[in-house]
C-alpha cells in the first residue's frame, strides 16, 4: 500500500501557509521535489508536511532560509551533537533581543512626539516637526527592518 498523499492545497491548509511559499521552499531546496501525478498535480507525503511544519515553525521564530537549510540537515542525523544547532538558536535569540530594543526605542520616540504636543494645527504639530527635522528625534539613528 502506498503512503497517503496531498495535493498542494490540502498541505498549505493543513500547515498554515499558502501555496507560493510552498512552491518557494520547493524551488529553493528546503523542501524535496513532490512526486508528480500522470496530470503533473504535485502531491506530497507526510515527510513534506513534517519539513513545512518545521520551516513554518523555524520562520515565525524568525529563523533565515540558511538557518533553516542548516538546521534541516541537522535534523537529518539525529544522533550528531546538538552544539550547532544551539548556536543557531543563540544567534537567532540576540537577533531578537536587538530587535526588541530596537521597537522599545522606536516606542519611546513615538510617545516622546504624542507627548509634546503644542496647539492643533499641522504648523505646530510635534509628529510632523520631528519627522521633517531628524535633529528633534531623541535617538541619533533609526535603524531599519531592510538594513538587518
Known amino acids: 500500500m502506498s503512503e497517503p498523499s496531498l495535493p498542494i492545497g490540502a498541505l498549505a491548509r493543513s500547515v498554515g501557509?499558502?501555496?507560493q511559499?510552498?512552491?518557494?521552499?520547493?524551488q529553493v531546496g528546503l523542501l524535496p521535489p513532490a512526486t508528480r501525478t500522470a496530470g503533473a498535480q504535485r502531491r506530497y507525503a507526510q515527510v513534506h508536511r513534517?519539513?513545512?511544519s518545521f520551516i513554518r515553525h523555524a520562520r515565525e521564530l524568525g529563523f533565515s532560509l540558511p538557518?533553516?537549510?542548516?538546521?534541516?540537515?541537522?535534523a537529518e542525523h539525529s544522533?550528531?551533537?546538538c552544539s550547532r544547532a544551539d548556536s543557531i538558536a543563540r544567534h537567532q535569540l540576540e537577533a531578537v533581543r536587538r530587535r526588541i530594543a530596537l521597537l522599545e526605542s522606536r516606542r519611546a520616540e513615538l510617545e516622546r512626539m504624542l507627548e509634546h504636543r503644542h496647539g492643533r494645527r499641522v504648523r505646530d504639530c510635534r509628529v510632523i516637526a520631528?519627522?521633517?527635522?531628524?535633529g528633534l528625534c531623541a535617538e541619533e539613528r533609526h535603524e531599519t527592518d531592510a538594513r538587518r
Open 130 to 134: 520631528t519627522l521633517a527635522d531628524h
Open 67 to 74: 538557518a533553516i537549510r542548516e538546521l534541516l540537515a541537522l
Open 21 to 26: 511559499t510552498i512552491r518557494y521552499y520547493e
Open 50 to 52: 513534517q519539513k513545512l
Open 17 to 19: 501557509c499558502n501555496v
Open 79 to 81: 544522533d550528531s551533537v
